[in-house]
């Protein structure tokens, strides 16, 4: 009795070790399969990744970029003394804007004023003369009819008529050269333009037909753009010419900031430099601001309108794989990020023109790709492709302060589930 017993006690507790490690391999697989649904149901969860898109759109690109050029003033007068005299006073503001007709100087005039007098004196004498002249001839003109008075005689006193009239018609003449100097004992601006700095005061010594100018008038409002253009792209521009309509040129100052006013092609040169191998072109610019200079370098670009629009994007957001293709990130219709393989085409300035991959209308993202994966939920924020700085960062602060708050969120939530486990542990265990 007690050998039964004993071998029912023995096979009880073979069973209930039996059951304990069941118990123990099923805690344990469960214990394992726990993490693997925490990463997936973390990667559910896992907050979009902000990034910037740009809207792509159809674009064109001017025939020829970075033409090396420079501003020329569309009328210089360079003012000179027509006279000699003395600078009795300066009548304009320097570095102002004149208006054509403006007295800019004063020379003396007091010897000029006494050679008009002294010439007005001459034709009063002459035209005396005249009169005299006239009444002896109509006198010895009855005298001549009755033979009292000889032919020669009367032939004579014509002869002093007409030399009277031309000393007449030669007074005239001084008179007007004398008034013409005094007129230009005022000088005046010939155009209208920015005035530079006077090379004489008052009180100095001028001399007519001098080298030295006064000083000098520049009409920036427009000005010409002189462009050097290989003498190889000459025959693109011509083919332009033949559509007047077509031709436009781009501005960029030496910031590279882009000129606002659109310029047209006024005249090509029919000669090439020797030296450089290049032809001029002129070009037109409105400069309302007087922001382009006399001698200012800028860069141009000469579009031509009838050409095919094409996409372009930043080549920041081109990337390299490692099998030498080339691909982009863009945006699909659920806020995820998809890899592109495109085909690129000509550098255009920093962008490249994309011949395969890309069509309009596409969310294609040039900010936060690093970290990328194919598939994975974005939250787009969209920038300028001109690359606004200020908004562009303003909106990065943004999406990651944003990205904290769901980050921190999502750990609280974590811990607050973790914590809740470790309390349950312990009441299964007592159980």
């Known amino acids: ?136 001839v109509e006198r010895y003109d009855s005298l001549a009819e009755s033979d009292v008075l000889s032919q020669q005689v009367f032939e004579d006193a014509q002869t002093e008529l007409m030399q009277a009239k031309a000393a007449v018609m030669q007074s005239e003449a001084q008179l007007k050269r004398a008034k013409i100097n005094l007129a230009y004992t005022k000088v ?65 100052l030496n910031s590279g900031e882009r000129y606002p006013q659109i310029g047209k092609i006024i005249a090509t040169d029919f000669a090439v430099d020797n030296q450089t191998g290049t032809i001029q072109v002129r070009t037109e610019f409105a400069n309302p601001e007087t922001a382009l200079l006399p001698g200012l370098f800028v860069r141009g670009a000469i579009n031509d309108s009838t050409a095919d629009p094409v996409i372009i994007v930043p080549q920041k957001s081109v990337k390299i794989g490692a099998n030498g293709k080339k691909h982009v990130w863009v945006i699909d219709a659920d806020n995820k990020a998809r890899e592109r393989e495109v085909t690129t085409g000509t550098a255009f300035e920093n962008q490249w023109v994309i011949e395969e991959g890309l069509k309009q209308g596409e969310r294609l993202i040039v900010e936060g790709t690093m970290t990328l994966a194919d598939g994975q939920r974005v939250k787009p924020q969209k920038v300028t492709q001109e690359g606004d700085r200020e908004a562009n960062q303003k909106t990065k602060q943004r999406a990651k302060q944003e990205a904290k708050q769901e980050a921190k969120q999502q750990a609280n939530q974590e811990a607050n589930k973790s914590a809740d486990g470790q309390n349950a542990q312990p009441t299964g265990k007592a159980q």
């Open 188 to 252: 005046y601006a010939p155009i209208t333009g920015y005035i530079g700095p006077s090379s004489v005061t008052k009180g100095a010594l001028v001399s007519q037909q001098q080298e030295q100018t006064l000083v000098t008038i520049r009409q920036l409002d427009p000005v010409y753009v002189d462009f050097s253009v290989s003498a190889s792209d000459r025959q693109l521009i011509d083919s332009q010419s033949d559509t007047a309509q077509s031709q436009s040129v781009s501005l960029f």
């Open 1 to 136: 009795m007690i050998k039964k017993i004993s071998i029912a006690l023995m096979f009880a507790a073979l069973a209930a070790a039996g059951c304990s490690d069941k118990d123990t391999a099923s805690s344990q697989a469960q214990d394992s399969a726990s993490p693997k649904q925490n990463d997936a149901s973390a990667k559910q969860k896992q907050p979009a990744t902000p990034v910037g898109y740009v809207d792509l759109t159809l674009q064109q690109i001017p025939t020829l970029t970075k033409i090396p050029g420079r501003v020329v003033p569309y009328q210089v007068a360079q003012v000179r003394p027509q006279i000699s005299g003395i600078i009795q006073s300066r009548l304009f503001t320097e570095g102002a804007l004149v208006k054509e007709g403006d007295q800019l100087y004063q020379i003396e005039p007091n010897r000029y004023q006494a050679e008009v007098d002294s010439a007005q004196a001459d034709l009063n004498n002459a035209q005396a003369r005249v009169n005299n002249a006239q009444s002896v």
